[in-house]
């Protein structure tokens, strides 16, 4: 496993146990500013996560895809990179 791979899982298990503990904070009735600040931190995590996946893709995928010949292998590609970057930012 890579060192970015091993850090985007880290982040996602980070992420995963805040989420536990925002449930069980929800459950036992925790202040809400407390629990939005913890979310935020999930937030952080996923978005941290996202970037990381998407330098790990743009340095393998993506950069095979571009030294092909294939020029619809190509397209595609450009065409997915621009589909999940939109979905980033909604």
Known sequence: MTDLKAKTLI????????LDKIIKMHDDGAYCIDIMQQNLAVIGLLKSAHQMLMEGHLNSCFKNAMAS??????Q???DEILKVTKLANK
């Open 69 to 74: 010949k294939n020029e619809k292998r190509k």
């Open 76 to 78: 595609a590609m450009i």
């Open 11 to 18: 982040n996602f298990k980070k992420a995963q146990s805040l």
